[in-house]
Each structure stands twice: as structure tokens, then as C-alpha cells.
């Protein structure tokens, strides 16, 4: 063999294995890439954690009262007692960390199906807007004051009310049906939303 046609061997040789590193490369690369991807959704989710859906403001009206008793009955002039209100600001949402959800390729000309299971919806936050303080009456008595302990208990009472009020004019549905949104447009930022229509599982 001629020096010039081991030359061209050398040549065409190097060729071929810089082909084949590259096809071999470029595959690598594209598992990686597909891998990285196929988490992002998952990991969009977990870095969520708890996500407020609906708020609601609700203001409710307490009375505080107090007075002396002598045989299980109230003595005159030793009752106390002050009406006031607070507004309630209520958060509700879910734990995004407990959302599961199911990828089902669909058959031919079929649509696939992603089937997401929801957890409760929650209280994520209750809090009384301090600013917001109206007094209505008030009647301090010596005899029987209100005490910082019992004025604590009675704001716990209202919190309670207001998160019941908030509950049964419909929060929890609102907050589920704008989380069902939220996740939507998630989960669509990683799948065709021509190819795959969303399903909804929620626990009972």
C-alpha cells in the first residue's frame, strides 16, 4: 500500500469514528435533555408546597360578658360586657406536595388521558386583620372584669366562626375549582393539550 493510499485510509478512518462519537454523543445528549424534562412537571409541584387558591374576608360581630352569680343566679350591676367586630382574612388551598398524578397515552387518533389526584382542600391561613376593630358597646364593671385570657378565648371563638361561616358560603368548592385551573395550565405548560385531556380524582 502507497504512501498517499494509507493517507486516504488514515483520513477516511478518522472520519468514521468522529461519526460515530457524534451519533453516540448526540444521543446521550438527548436522553439527558428527555430525562431533565420528564421531572419538571413533578418538581414544579413539590416546590410549591402549600398554595393558596381562594380568599374570602369575612367580618363577624362578638359579645363578651361577665357578671357575679349568687346561688346560680346573676347579682345586679356586676355584669360586664363589650360587642365589637373583627374582619377575618381566610386562605384556602392545597398541599401541593400531595398531588399524584398519571399519564395514559392515548391509541390511534385518541386522546390520552392525565388522571390527577387531588388531596383535601385546606385552611392554609385565618387571620384577624387587626386594624379592622369596631366597638359597639362596652361596660366595664369592677366587679367583674374580663380577663386578657377569656378576651383570647372569645378571638379564638371568633376565628373558629368565621372560618365555619367562609366553609359553608362555598370556600372550599371556589378554592378547588381555581386550584383545578392552576393545574391545568401546569401540567399543559408539558403536555399538547390537543393530545391529552385532564381528569380529576379527589380524596374522600
Known sequence: MTKEKKKKFKIRYIV?????IAIAGGTFVAKQYFSTESKTTKLTFENIGKLSTQEVRCTTVKSESKDRKLFGKSIPFTKSEIIYSYDTDIQAGYDFTKIRYTVKDGAKNEKGKICVHLPEVEIISCDIDKDSFKLYHEDDNIFSPISMEEHNDALK?????????????GLYDKAQENGK???????????????????FENDK
Open 157 to 169: 371563638e371568633l376565628t373558629d366562626q368565621a372560618q365555619e361561616d367562609a366553609i359553608s358560603n
Open 181 to 199: 385551573n392552576i393545574i391545568k395550565q401546569f401540567l399543559y405548560q408539558g403536555y399538547d393539550k390537543e393530545k391529552y385531556d385532564i381528569e
Open 16 to 20: 468514521i469514528i468522529m461519526v460515530i
